[in-house]
């Protein structure tokens, strides 16, 4: 998995299986959250539009949490 936030744009991707580009099936579930499937129908990734406002202080550090390892990762985005 993956995450790219693109300041510029204030756009947050989680990439849950990489696709081809122009492969994507994008389904909107708000005006700012659109969710990419693969062509087989599996969620590929979440993009959040507005991502500053609509996750807020959310968005300024992202914890990883690996639950078999008990291993936690803080990073911090903005």
């Known amino acids: 998995m993956k ?6 744009v204030d756009a947050l991707y989680i990439e849950l299986l990489p696709l081809a580009p122009g492969t ?5 579930l708000t005006e700012e959250i659109i969710a990419n499937y693969s062509p087989e129908g599996k969620l590929a990734g979440l993009e959040i539009l507005d991502a500053s406002q609509v996750l ?3 968005l300024q550090e992202i914890i990883v949490e690996e639950s078999s390892a008990g291993v936690i990762h803080r990073l911090a985005l903005l």
């Open 3 to 8: 995450i790219h936030y693109d300041a510029e």
């Open 24 to 28: 994507a099936e994008n389904r909107e």
């Open 56 to 58: 807020g202080e959310q």
